[in-house]
Structures are given as C-alpha cells and as structure tokens.
C-alpha cells in the first residue's frame, strides 16, 4: 500500500497550516498555491479590465460628441456626427429600477418574514425554493410572457391611471403598447427572489432571546416582528435591496421585449406610461450595427455608465453586508 | 396578562417599547392578523407569476415538443409562413456554449474558492471575495461589451459562439465559486487537521481530502451556473449572430441558441413562428429548470458528511 504522502522525509513535515517552511516548500505546494493565487489574480483582472477596456472604447467617442453626454436627450451617433446623451436614457433605466423596487421591497421583506417567521417547517423549505425557481426562469421567458400575456391585463389599469393623474407628468398620455409601468411589474417580479433570499437571511438570524424576550413581554407576533426581527434585518434588508437594484439596472432583453422603443429625436418625457430605453435595451436593440468604432463606442460609453453605476450600487450593498457580519 | 387585557395600564411592555400605548388588545389583536393576512398573501403573490408563466409556457409551447423533428431537425429553409422544423441547432447551441464556457469557468471558479477558504490569509483573498461580488451583479450586457471591446476589437477575431462563451465564463464564475466557497467552509477543520498531522502536504489533502467531501457542493455550483447561462440572452445578441442551421462549430460562423431563436422570431405574427418560439421558451425554461432542481438536490441530500 502506497502513502498518499509521497515522499516523507521528516523535515518536511508541515505546520499546524499544513505549510512546510519557506525554501522547502513541495513541488506540489507550490504549484497549487500559485494555480489558486493566479485563479484570483484572473478574477481580479477580468474586473479591472471590464472597467479599461470599456474606458478605452468609449472614450474617443466621448471627446467627438458634438452634444453634452450627460444632459443631452439626444441619442443619433452617426460616424462622423456624433450625437449622444444619455439623459433621457437614464431617466428611463431609473423610472423602471425605482418602479420595480417599490413593490419588490415590501414584497421582498413580506416574503422573508412569511418563509422565516409564518410557515410552518414542513413548508418553509419548499416554499423559500419555489420563490427561488422565480430566479431560475430565464429572463427572455419574462419578456414574451410580460408583453403577450400580462400587458394586456393591464391596460384598463393604466388607462384608468392617466384619466385620473394624466395631468401628472409621470402619468402623462399616449399610453405605449410596452410601458415603463409594466417592465417595472415584470422586473419587480425578477428581482423578488434575490431580496428574498438575503432578507430571509438575516431575519432567520435574528436572536432567539430577542424574539422570545418581546414574546414574554406580552407582544404579539406582529409586534415581536416590528420590534424585533426588523430592526435586527435592516441593514440586511438595504443591502438586499440595493444587489436587488443592482440586478435591475442591469437587466436587458426582458426590457427590450416588454418597452416600446421611442423614435430618435423625441423630446425628453417623464412618463412612465410611455416607452423608452433603458442603457441595457439601447445596447440590445442596436447591437446588430455594431460596424463603425465611433457609433459602437456610443453604446460602449452607454455600457461604460451601467457599469459604473451597477459597480457603486453592488459595492454599497457588500460593504453594508460585510459590516454586518463583522460586529455579528 | 391582567395589564395586557385592559391595555391602558403602562405595563413593562409599552415602557419597553413604543407598541401602541392607546390601543386596546381588540386593536392589537387586530392588527396582528392583518399582517398575518398581508404576509400569506404576500407569499401568494409571489407565487403567481411563477405558475402564470410556467402555465403559459407549457399551454402555448407543448404542442411541438411531443414531436421528435422538433428535437432531431433544425430551421433550415423554413420560413415563418411554413410549420415544422425544430430546434435542434438551437439546442445543440445553447449546449456547447454552456459547455465551453463551464471547460474554462469551472476550473477557475474552484481554484478561486480554495483560494477564499485555504489560503484565506492573505490580502488576496479579500480583494478577490469583493471582486466575486462585484462580478455576480455584473449585468451580462456589461459582460458581453467587455468581450466585444477584447475579443473582437482589440483582438479582432470575428463574431462567434466561442465569444459568447467567454462572456458568459464572466457569469458564471460567481456562481461556481461561492456554491464552492460555502461547501469548502462547511468540511470540518478536524480532518484538515488530521491529514496535516500525518504529514500530507497541503495541497495534497486540498486534492484527497477537502475537495471529495465538498465534491456535491461544487456540482451543484456548476449546475446552477449552468443553467444561469444558458437563459441569457444579451450576450448572444452582440456576440453571435443567429443561424437556422446547425453549426456546431464554436470558432466560426453564427451559431443559433435556444435564447436567440426565441428572440428572432419573437416579433412574427404568423401561427407556426408564434408556435416555435413558445415552444423553444419551453424547451428553454425546461433545461434550465431541470439543471436547477437537479443542482438542489443535490445539494439537499449529500451535504458534507461528518
């Protein structure tokens, strides 16, 4: 029978790490250490280099944009005429992220309380895993299922919205095929399952004691939850939400599908029962001509931006997360 | 529980906390079972879109999918006006992709995880922990600009299913890596302890000990990477352009998937286009639901054992 330990000679012997001493180090070691460190290294790169290698593209078209990128509405990057701004685009990759949150967020944390908090254990299991196979189903069946299907149930809604607050500029008329209100239901319905999960957890950590102690204090259920499973889960909760937005901003061809696209040229309008653009369904739709290096590098700035964005709003969330965890 | 049901007493409770001091327990009691109702009905909620779309996939999509065409023939020469063909090339597609992206996303996503969990020590490690963040909220659209500004501008090599792969390979080390991370962290120090003991080297135990006891773990990793990629369709969209026939090369020509066969003729009115998108959305949702489910599984019910 063969060692598994090769040769054994005793001054190689590891520490209580398993590390043998600098200088003796294995062959072995060595080569698994280096392929885990460089596996990093590659992690790292592939980061810092989304970020260059997007900055490298776009900004030569960034200095021949004849309009201001930041407050222009105007989107015509023609070679040699390079018109972009992406105002109008954020205000719609905005509206929809910001509509998605206001009903994933209560719903979200309405949903963790049920799965850690209401159901009994035989179903909380299954049930957390049926929320979670919303996740699974890819985003593209959300767009044939959210423009065929589920905007037409709310057209006598949305109509019945700008009748009454069509004065509103949010709610202003003519009412789109795909609207901004609808992509916000179906990406809400997306992003449910991300702030549900990580609401779930840290709920399902709050402190026995704590729970037990505002239990025997005489509160009811609901009253133990308010004073103590939420305010235990806010910072968990924000954090969800903000990898929740994250994931929002970021989502592409549901919102090509789902949101009518507006003709070039447009004024700018705040209406969220109208189309527009996301800086993710911009880039789909256009994607087919992607040919001259000015144009394209429009829509890599567009990409540049999403990044950046998508990077300050997951970082917030991890920091807020690894907070947390350390006074745990 | 005198004071609680006359509720107007300032018993140690309301001192405690600020629970609503004026109300009877009629109030109180009332307003528990309203957050019992919403939170129940939240759940509901919840679940309707899920059997909604899963319904609507199977009830539009099923009618294609007893037929075996749909599962042996491609699109070729068939036109929205004509029925029949299948999704063959797609599915052929969206496979190999998936595979090429797993060849060069799992080894990576591993070594990354032992890189987290064995060798934790360094500054390293907590740079890449935040960077693996950072990457599983990077939107694939961001993810496929970045390997069309590398791969195809400044490489300049031409559009190609293979560029889509390395794309997804962006998506997809998140996943393997922290399904692996989580298992390595549950293997018990004691039998690291116990292999350094006997005076295996590190990686040694790494290769015979930790990684076989956290072997389902990072399976599922891979499953549920898997069937992440396979439903993403914005890559496709810059990398690829979409054939009707099979090809089954990665380096050269277009090259359908399921995802990019939906999208092209998602804007057809005519029935049998109608009919093949549905019935590729459902032969997509159904891969990928498979791979989900088998992933959880397996993960249910091998965890480390002690």
């Not at chain 1, 500029?169 to 795909?178: D, M, R, W």
């Not at chain 1, 305010?231 to 919102?255: D, K």
């Not at chain 2, 129940?40 to 539009?60: M, R, Y």
């Not at chain 2, 962006?170 to 302890?193: D, Y």
């Amino acid at each position: 029978m063969s060692s598994i330990t090769g040769r054994s000679t005793v001054d190689q012997v590891p520490g209580p790490t398993g590390d043998v001493p600098r200088g003796r180090r294995r062959l072995g070691d060595t080569l698994f250490g280096g392929a885990a460190n460089l596996s990093g290294v590659v992690v790292i790169a592939i980061v810092a280099l989304t970020g260059v290698f997007l900055a490298t593209r776009a900004v030569p078209s960034l200095l021949d944009d004849k309009v201001n990128f930041l407050t222009s509405t105007e989107w015509v990057p023609e070679p040699g005429n390079l018109r972009f701004g992406i105002l109008q685009i954020l205000w719609t990759t905005v509206s929809i992220s910001v509509m998605a949150m206001i009903i994933a967020v209560p719903l979200g944390v309405l949903n963790a309380l049920f799965l850690t908090q209401y159901a009994p254990r035989w179903l909380a299991r299954p049930a957390a895993s049926v929320i979670d196979l919303l996740a699974a189903i890819p985003s593209i069946v959300y767009g044939l299922w959210g423009i065929q299907v589920f905007a037409p149930h709310l057209t006598g809604l949305q109509k019945a919205v700008n009748d009454g607050l069509g004065w509103f500029p949010l709610f202003e008329g003519p009412i789109s095929a795909g609207t901004i209100f609808i992509a916000g239901i179906v990406l809400a319905i997306m992003v449910l399952p991300i702030i549900t999960a990580l609401s779930r957890e840290v709920f399902a950590q709050t402190p026995a004691a704590n729970k037990e102690g505002a239990l025997a204090l005489g509160a009811t259920k609901w009253e133990m939850i308010r004073t103590a499973v939420l305010p235990f889960g806010r910072a968990g909760v924000v954090s969800a939400s903000m990898l929740g937005l994250g994931r929002a901003l970021g989502e592409t061809i549901a919102i090509t599908i789902i949101v009518s696209s507006v003709a070039p040229g447009t004024d700018f309008f705040a209406s969220w029962l109208q189309g527009g653009e996301t800086f993710a369904s911009k880039i789909a739709n256009n994607a087919a001509e992607f040919n001259d290096p000015s144009s394209t590098g429009a829509y890599i700035a567009a990409g540049l931006v999403l990044f950046v964005l998508t990077f300050v709003v997951n970082a917030i969330a991890r920091v807020i997360v690894n907070r947390r965890k350390a006074f745990a | 529980m005198s004071a609680l049901d006359t509720g107007h007493q300032t018993g140690p409770l309301q001192r405690a906390s600020s629970l609503a001091p004026s109300q009877g327990l009629a109030g109180r009691a009332a307003r528990n079972t309203v957050a019992t109702v919403v939170v129940v009905l939240a759940f509901v909620i919840a679940v309707i879109p899920l059997v909604w779309i899963i319904l609507t996939v199977l009830q539009k999509g099923a009618a294609l999918l007893p037929d075996a065409s749909w599962w042996l023939n491609s699109q070729r020469g068939i036109t929205p006006r004509i029925a029949g063909g299948g999704a063959y090339h797609a599915i052929i597609g969206t496979i190999l992709q998936a595979l090429a992206t797993a060849v060069i996303a799992v080894p990576i996503g591993i070594f990354a995880a032992i890189l987290l969990v064995e060798y934790s020590a360094g500054r390293l490690a907590r740079v890449v922990s935040f960077t693996v963040d950072i990457l599983s909220g990077l939107p694939s659209i961001v993810a496929a600009l970045f390997i069309y500004a590398f791969w195809i501008t400044t490489l300049g090599f031409s559009r190609s299913g293979f560029a889509v792969s390395l794309a997804l390979v962006l998506l997809m080390i998140p996943v393997v890596v922290r399904s692996t991370e989580e298992m390595l962290k549950l293997v018990p120090n004691e039998l690291r302890e116990a292999s350094f003991a006997l005076g295996v080297p590190k990686w040694k135990t790494i290769v015979r000990i930790v990684l076989p006891t956290a072997f389902s773990g990072i399976v599922t990793g891979v499953l549920l990477g898997l069937a992440r990629i396979m439903g993403e369709t914005a890559p496709l969209l810059i990398l690829v352009g979409y054939s009707q026939s099979i090809n089954t090369n990665l380096f050269s020509g277009n090259m359908a998937a399921l995802p990019l066969m939906i999208n092209n003729d998602r804007q057809q009115a005519l029935e049998p286009a109608v009919e093949r998108v549905w019935a590729a959305a459902l032969t997509l949702v159904l891969l990928v639901l498979v791979l989900n489910i088998a992933g959880r599984l397996i993960a249910r019910f091998s965890s480390v054992k002690k």
